[in-house]
């Protein structure tokens, strides 16, 4: 199958630093790329949708100055978490897709905000 | 009313058990359907698509109902490394290709 890295895949920081996620697909090209944050014991939800060259749509209730997206290339999009406060820790993960409807995950960044 | 919903279990299960989980979405325009896997802390693994004739991998067999749009995912003779959560998911063209997860079926088989 797909591949799609991201990196980190683990961050510690302390309240008010910026953290910057990147999401690559390894071995395609991806016009659309998504970005989910799953908390503990419950399931992913869709933060952001990142489409190549234009900019992102963020979901109802996500703040688009505090996760900054930019889908720099087909290969590339990064989620950058600005000035990053406690309840922002959490799994981000990213998934590339492929147009025939299928989705490939990235192995998710775990991000611990002190 | 949310895009997709799934029993959160937990189902516990003995070896060697049958277990059927459940979905619904509320998206009738919805044209694709897939199971996905999450193991603890670990990103989702598609496990199948279900297609409408519905569709079988092994121990594992898919079905899709548009009339009542609901999905099934049916685990015949459950092994210990079935133990996860499987998530519902839907993809609707309408919606920018987006991906709507269920909350997840927590499946635990035991010895």
């Known amino acids: 199958g797909a591949v799609v890295s991201q990196h980190p895949s683990r961050v510690i920081c302390k309240s008010g630093t910026s953290v910057k996620i990147e999401c690559r697909s390894l071995?395609?090209?991806?016009?659309?790329m998504f970005w989910y944050r799953q908390f503990p014991k419950q399931s992913l939800m869709l933060m952001a949708t990142?489409?190549?060259?234009?900019?992102?749509?963020?979901e109802q209730g996500v703040e688009k100055d505090k996760f900054l997206i930019n889908h720099a290339s087909l290969t590339l999009s990064t989620l950058t978490v600005a000035s990053a406060h406690p309840e922002d820790s959490s799994f981000y993960i990213c998934?590339?897709?492929?147009?025939?409807?299928?989705?490939?995950f990235g192995p998710g960044t775990r991000l611990t905000v002190t | 009313r949310k895009e997709v919903e799934q029993d959160p279990g937990p189902f516990n299960v003995p070896e060697g058990a049958t277990v059927a989980f459940n979905c619904t979405y509320s998206?009738?325009?919805?044209?694709?359907f897939f199971w996905y896997r999450q193991d603890c802390r670990k990103e989702p693994k598609l496990l199948m698509s279900?297609?409408?004739s519905g569709n079988e991998d092994g121990r594992f067999t898919a079905q899709l109902n548009r009339a009542s749009q609901y999905i099934s995912l049916l685990i015949r003779d459950s092994k210990l490394s079935d133990s996860a959560t499987y998530l519902c998911v839907v993809n609707s063209p309408n919606t920018g290709n987006q991906f709507y997860f269920g909350t997840g079926t927590s499946l635990t088989v035991i010895p």
């Open positions: 279900v297609y409408s």
């Open positions: 998934s590339a897709f492929r147009p025939t409807y299928e989705q490939y």
């Open positions: 998206n009738s325009a919805s044209q694709s």
């Open positions: 990142s489409n190549e060259g234009s900019k992102a749509t963020y």
């Open positions: 071995d395609f090209q991806a016009t659309t």
